[in-house]
């Protein structure tokens, strides 16, 4: 394989042309932020360990990540999935979806009394 083949991302597992087809895609789908990804490029075996397996390669590429925000937040939004999102598995991120919306519940029925009491 030619070295120019490879990509340039973190893994740097997958030929170039893969890779970049594979990014150009999720950027169309997903926003263009993964263009900017930690993981663009690396092996996606990575962030979908198998079970019982340890997500602990993923977690430290994701916590170097300038777009791990977005990527959990996509996770959150189109979710559920499964593997490594925004540094969190798919068990963290659900506690953290139902912690937000304990959250939001708790904020609106705050606001539902308070404008009670203004009323």
């Not at 597992?13 to 490029?41: E, F, H, K, N, Y």
């Not at 079970?51 to 993923?58: F, I, P, Q, V, Y």
Request: one cysteine or more; charged letters at 25%; glycine letters at 10%.
């Amino acid at each position: 394989m030619n070295p120019d083949d490879k990509s340039s991302g973190p893994g740097e597992c997958m030929p170039r042309p893969l890779a970049t087809a594979i990014l150009s895609t999720a950027s169309t789908v997903m926003g263009d932020w993964v263009r900017q990804a930690a993981c663009a490029g690396a092996n996606p075996e990575t962030f979908f360990p198998a079970s019982g397996e340890r997500d602990a390669t993923a977690k430290a590429m994701c916590a170097s990540c300038l777009v791990r925000t977005e990527c959990l937040e996509y996770s959150l939004r189109t979710g559920p999935h499964w593997g490594v999102w925004g540094g969190l598995n798919e068990a963290e991120r659900g506690t953290l979806a139902r912690r937000r919306k304990r959250e939001r519940q708790r904020s609106r029925a705050a606001s539902a009394t308070a404008a009670g009491d203004v009323a």
